[in-house]
């Protein structure tokens, strides 16, 4: 007589191959598309410690802050302090610097002294 041969059942940390690409499904992470902006590494040289700027880009995007500390490196960036007086660190190429004089936006006007 014969022996039948032996199956196993298959392994449970067996993959079972890739997930179905969805097309333009926003849930799909490789359906994303990501962009480098080249221009970060070369940073903000205008960019001292005490200047005012506004926040380009990210969680407090469009706020006046000034510079506490500015960071050399591959990708320049410096800690930030909002008036409303939140901290974060942000790329260089994300500031713009706020001069004396420039015409600021409605609403962050400065309170005038006169009295």
């Known amino acids: ?17 890739p997930p179905p690409v969805l097309g333009a ?3 799909n992470p490789a359906g994303r598309t990501v962009s480098i902006n080249l221009a970060a590494a070369a940073g903000r040289a ?4 005490g200047d005012k700027v506004r926040i380009l880009s990210g969680l407090y995007s469009g706020e006046v ?7 050399g490196g591959v990708i320049s ?6 008036d409303a007086g939140r901290t974060r660190r942000a790329r260089t ?3 713009e610097p706020i001069r004396p004089g420039s015409a ?11 009295a």
């Not at 007589?1 to 191959?17: E, N």
């Not at 936006?105 to 309170?111: D, N, Q, S, V």
């Open 1 to 17: 007589m014969r022996r039948r041969k032996v199956t196993y059942p298959p392994p449970k940390t067996a993959t079972k191959g």
């Open 25 to 27: 499904d926003p849930r």
């Open 46 to 49: 205008s960019i001292r410690l």
């Open 104 to 114: 600021a936006p409605a609403g962050t006007e400065e309170p005038s002294l006169e």
């Open 65 to 71: 802050a000034v510079v506490e500390s500015v960071a």
């Open 93 to 95: 190429i994300d500031l």
């Open 77 to 82: 960036s410096a800690m930030v302090r909002t």
